[in-house]
């Protein structure tokens, strides 16, 4: 299981985790060892809340395909079982990411001084602008 938060968890069996071969500088050893890690993620079919699979699929995530496979390359370490570790805790921080439901904005109207303000201070711009006239 992987847990989300405290009320969430997600089935490891719903995560698809395959082993590849890292990709930049490593000398033979990028070559002969498959430490990177591909995680293919389908939103649509997992067990998440339908609120959270709307929220998910809304994100504009580079990571988030059309189809809403959320695919993940991890291959910061050295060691397959750290990179698989970083590819589950950044899908976790992706779908904690959506957990959170952003506040609804109230319009609001400005006060009649804060209009007052507004009008003083470009009536005061105005007359210095108004001074860098020609001199007579």
Known sequence: MLHI??????????IELSAIRAQ???????NKVSSAIHLRFDIR?????EELKARLLEQR???ISRDGVVIIKAQRHRTQEKNRADALER???LIRDATHVPTKRRPTRPTRAS????????????????????VD
């Open 5 to 14: 938060t405290r009320s969430l968890t997600l089935p490891e069996d719903e």
């Open 91 to 93: 899908l976790a921080a």
């Open 115 to 134: 209009k007052q303000r507004r009008m003083d201070s470009k009536t005061r711009r105005g007359h210095i602008k108004a001074l860098r006239g020609k």
């Open 24 to 30: 930049g500088a490593g000398g033979q050893n990028v």
């Open 45 to 49: 079919g997992s067990s998440l809340p």
């Open 61 to 63: 995530d580079r990571r």
